[in-house]
């Protein structure tokens, strides 16, 4: 297999020209999903994977398969894959580094002539990021059976605009059946870190053997508004209350060692001098095991309870909005890029993933990996995202190593 060689250059020139089609000002990229810019970017992914041998398969939901025939037509598909829409303010590697590390394994394949026992699939997936249409990981959520169709293809973003109808006006509709995607035989998705961790250690490659359980929130501080005027004592005042209720959340999520977010935050009436009646937040929390997360959703109500019967006249409701498993893995997968990284000589460490991606999804129905690599200072949805040139290569070797070890290369 010497002639078998992904090329790191070649990745990285690759996005560099990615990253030129939804290009911003200060360096990042704003290629939010179904967007023409979405399908520009869809355009020449299908045109440059075409050329290394691959065939377009596009599903009701816009997931892009692109499929090296193996070998062995019976054999299940291994599938390399993650996303090419960006957040608004987004970088130029997150995502769309999984995607262009599969068309260079894809690329070296094809010039190298390699033939495989299993086919060998790229999959782009549709909306991952969720910034236009939400919730995220909508394209692989719906071909794993967590969301139905017809609920993604509705959704709409901020201006009513639906899925389903940018979906058409972008061109990028097709009819196969996502569900088809359950049938896959293996999935890996390489990913940049999004967080500190690898580059503080010192290390190129994280090797993903988890995913944290997450439980979301959304809730509600129901007081009576009253004007900016009047006398403190006796204020039913959401605002404080909602106040005493996240420091409490920061205090409880420590002790457990969980992480937990208050990420959007309304408030009503929303003026200047009346004392808030209603305040609404969301609440995301994350932890390695499910008892635990549950114990904190538990002390997260029960301080809620504490708080409404400290102040009079304060209710606070503490809602169940989503609740994800803690997701492991496959240990036969995870065992490859090990034997790759070891084999390599790459300075790595297994881990987990405290944040969804696509193979969160997958892995409940498919063998599933990830392979991170570190980024600059732990940014990202981020336009200063930043990774170097090594550790794409690093994650692009690995990667390509196990791969070809899961599909099998045809004899004789």
């Given at each position: 297999m010497s002639n078998f060689r992904p090329s790191g250059a070649r990745l990285w020139d690759s996005l560099m020209e990615f990253a030129a089609i939804g290009a911003t000002a200060k360096g990042g990229c704003n290629r939010q999903t179904l967007t023409d810019l979405?399908?520009?970017?869809?355009?020449?992914?299908?045109?440059?994977?075409?050329?290394?041998?691959?065939?377009?398969?596009?599903?009701?939901?816009?997931?892009?398969?692109?499929?090296?025939?193996?070998?062995?037509?019976?054999?299940?598909?291994?599938a390399i894959g993650s996303h090419l829409d960006t957040q608004p303010t987004g970088g130029k590697f997150d995502g769309v580094l999984g995607v262009l590390a599969g068309l260079e394994v894809l690329r070296a394949l094809h010039e190298a002539g390699v033939e495989t026992e299993a086919p060998v699939t790229l999959v782009n997936w549709t909306n991952e990021e969720g910034a236009r249409f939400s919730p995220p990981m909508m394209g692989s959520g719906a071909a794993m059976g967590i969301f139905t169709e017809a609920e993604v293809l509705a959704k709409q973003d901020s201006a009513g605009a639906t899925f389903g109808g940018e979906l058409a006006r972008i061109g990028w509709a097709g009819s196969a059946d996502p569900?088809?995607?359950?049938?896959?035989?293996?999935?890996f998705e390489l990913h940049i870190e999004q967080g500190p961790v690898l580059e503080r250690l010192g290390l190129d490659l994280g090797i993903v053997t988890h995913a944290l359980a997450q439980h979301w929130?959304?809730?509600t501080v129901t007081g009576e508004e009253a004007h900016g005027g009047s006398a403190m004592a006796g204020r039913r005042d959401a605002m404080m209350s909602a106040a005493e209720m996240m420091t409490a959340i920061e205090r409880l999520a420590l002790e457990a060692g969980a992480r937990a977010t208050v990420g959007r935050v309304t408030?009503?009436?929303?003026?200047?001098?009346?004392?808030?009646?209603?305040?609404?937040?969301?609440?995301d929390t994350r932890h390695?095991?499910?008892?635990?997360?549950?114990k904190l959703a538990a002390a997260l109500r029960a301080e809620a309870a504490a708080i409404g019967a400290r102040r009079a006249g304060i209710a606070i409701e503490v809602a169940d909005f989503w609740?994800?498993?803690?997701?492991?893995?496959?240990?036969?997968?995870?065992?490859?890029?090990?034997d790759s990284a070891v084999a390599r000589g790459i300075p790595h460490q297994e881990m987990p993933t405290a944040i969804g991606h696509d193979a969160v999804?997958?892995?409940?129905?498919?063998?599933?990996?990830?392979?991170?690599?570190?980024?600059?200072?732990?940014?990202?949805?981020n336009e200063a995202e930043s990774i170097t040139p090594e550790w794409a290569e690093a994650g692009l070797l690995v990667l390509a190593d196990a791969v070809l070890a899961t599909a099998g290369v045809a004899k004789g």
């Open positions: 979405d399908g520009q970017a869809r355009a020449l992914l299908q045109r440059q994977a075409e050329a290394a041998g691959a065939t377009l398969t596009l599903d009701r939901l816009g997931n892009m398969v692109l499929t090296r025939p193996g070998r062995d037509p019976s054999r299940k598909p291994v569900a088809a995607l359950q049938g896959l035989g293996a999935y929130f959304e809730v408030v009503h009436p929303d003026s200047r001098n009346v004392v808030p009646g209603r305040v609404w937040f969301s609440l390695d095991h499910e008892d635990d997360l549950a609740i994800s498993p803690a997701t492991p893995f496959d240990a036969g997968l995870v065992g490859r890029l090990r999804y997958c892995a409940r129905r498919v063998p599933s990996v990830m392979i991170f690599v570190p980024c600059h200072g732990g940014i990202s949805h």
